[in-house]
């Protein structure tokens, strides 16, 4: 298995759950819930295969599917639905950092494959890691986490960089693609819970 391969398996898995908390959060029904947990999962690697001119890997693959599946699933037999309150809680806020930084370094990996310039490569790390949870925001009507949250963007920017130059000095092995994702995902928590932010204009 391929550290792409890896890296879309973590996001996939990790955002479905975060689709699911959220979802609960705003009480949306059983149908909702799936497209929250859908869309949180694969709308970031839909844009992504589209923008690489790719047919989307939920197209032509059962595990993704199979995968949003099984961790809704598992998200109801640990009675996860029951808990209150989620979206702010350690649960959501780590599944939803996994799933950034994973889906960060498979849109970088995805743009360095298809011959991307730095540009390419940062902007399609970029929407695969928040092009999912943008979609679902939107559809709730919460105004989406890259505007407002604490280094949310920024993250899956720096991890897009840090991918290519990597790959620059032929080094995105899986070894130094693990301590990258550790890494990320470090940065994103500490950024939460530090309430790092970005300057606003006042």
Known sequence: MTALEIADIIGIVSFALSGFLIAVHYKLDILGIFISSFLTALGGGIIRDVIANKTPYVL?????????????????????????????KTTFIVSDAIGLVSFAITGALIGIEANFNFLGILMLAFLTAVGGGTIRDILINKVPSILVSEFYGTVAIIVGTITY???????TTILNLTILFIFGVTLRLLAYYKHWNLPKLS
């Not at 809704?72 to 979206?87: C, Q």
């Not at 130059?165 to 080094?171: D, V």
């Open 60 to 88: 032509n693959n059962d595990l993704p599917i199979f995968l949003v599946g099984l961790t809704l699933l598992i998200s109801l037999i640990l009675k996860l639905h029951k808990k209150t309150d989620l979206e702010g």
């Open 165 to 171: 130059f990597l790959n620059l000095f032929e080094q």
